[in-house]
Each structure stands twice: as C-alpha cells, then as structure tokens.
C-alpha cells in the first residue's frame, strides 16, 4: 500500500513560484506513475502533470504546460511540482497521486493513491 504526503503549499502573488513536494511510503518501481490533480472551489478535478518515476514519460495539463513542471526526486519515492508565473485561476487544492501500474491517465479515479492535498492560493 502506498501512502502520500503532499507538502509546499501556501498563498503568493501573482507571478511568484511555488515547489509542491509529494513523498511516497512504501516500495515504489521505476515504472510507477505519481502526479498531480488539483480541485478549485465549485469546479472538478483537473489533471495537472504526471511522470513515471525512470522521469521517461511526462505529461501536462494544457492549462499549465510551460509553467509548471514536474520531476522527481534523487529517491524514487518523491516528486515536485514547480509553479512558475502563478495565476489566479491556479488557485486550488493540489493533490498527488500514484498509479502502481504505470499507466497514464487524465482521470482522478484511475489512480491507486491520493493524498490528502495541499492548498495553493494565489491573488493577483
């Protein structure tokens, strides 16, 4: 079973960074997949970024796809998030997930783990 604890959030301007951390117990694979969704007030899950964690296959959300980017840590059980050029609308809770079976997916329930999220504020 693995567990996620996602860590980095707070509240910043518009135009500032953040690093979002996300650290895995338990055995994780390289060919494990660990991401990122975020929910925002009255609105659904979106997909955020997502890498196997050999770091060979990455994939963005469109709405975040040159400003945010995902890699992983020295250990294969930790993940980042940077945030660059913050926006309003990126506002929400980010959580982190894993699939152990390594396959990619846009869909928040196709995922094994989730963690309990952490939440990013941005005003402009």
């Known amino acids: 079973q693995v567990h996620l604890v996602e860590s980095g959030g707070g509240s910043v301007q518009a135009g500032d960074s953040l690093r979002l951390s996300c650290a895995a117990s338990?055995?994780?694979?390289?060919?494990?997949?660990m991401g990122w969704f975020r929910q925002a007030p009255g609105k659904d899950y979106e997909f955020v970024a997502s890498?196997?964690?050999?770091?060979?296959?990455?994939h963005y959300g469109d709405s975040v796809k040159g400003r945010f980017t995902i890699s992983r840590g020295s250990a294969e059980s930790t993940v980042f998030l940077q945030m660059n050029n913050l926006k309003p609308e990126d506002t929400a809770v980010y959580y982190c997930?894993?699939?152990?079976?390594?396959?990619?997916?846009?869909?928040?329930?196709?995922?094994?783990?989730w963690g309990q999220g952490t939440q990013v504020t941005v005003s402009s």
């Open positions: 997930v894993a699939d152990l079976r390594g396959d990619f997916s846009r869909w928040l329930g196709d995922y094994d783990a």
């Open positions: 338990g055995r994780m694979f390289s060919w494990y997949v």
């Open positions: 890498t196997t964690l050999s770091g060979l296959t990455i």
